[in-house]
């Protein structure tokens, strides 16, 4: 094996155990490194502007968005959602934190590291996706 992949083993549903490489260059990929094969994000992450609305409200007002998508997947909306608008750091935490328990709920592909890059240097684009993934935005309508 060469230093730059790794292995990691997981257990199916019926308690197999596999074992499956990866490639620790391609750690930062949305490849499918976590999730159940087949799931992926209803919108893909630029697809923000097919739902004018939403898009609308997500600039406007985008703790409303990201504390509607933390209380979906269980979380306080309050303190996913409002109180990390008053500062910086806390918003560079929370929206990667909503984006995992969102993608581990939904069972979609991607690791820690893309959810804080994405939830820190691209939060609109990241809260819209949220929101549209849990049927937020059909619900609204």
């Not at 697809?47 to 933390?70: H, K, M, N, R």
Request: hydrophobic share 35%.
């Amino acid at each position: 094996m060469l230093p730059s992949q790794c292995e990691e083993s997981y257990e199916c549903e019926n308690h197999e155990v596999h074992t499956r490489h990866c490639d620790l260059s391609l750690i930062l990929s949305t490849s499918k490194m976590s999730g159940e094969a087949g799931n992926e994000w209803t919108t893909s992450l630029f697809g923000c502007f097919s739902d004018v609305g939403t898009c609308a409200l997500t600039f406007f007002c985008p703790c409303y968005i990201q504390a509607q998508a933390a209380e979906s997947v269980g979380e306080n909306p309050i303190l996913c959602g409002y109180l990390p608008v008053l500062c910086a750091v806390g918003e560079c935490i929370a929206v990667p934190y909503v984006r995992m328990k969102v993608r581990e709920s939904y069972g979609l592909p991607g690791n820690i590291a893309v959810d804080w890059l994405l939830g820190t240097f691209c939060s609109p684009c990241v809260l819209q996706q949220m929101y549209t993934q849990c049927g937020l935005a059909m619900a609204r309508q």
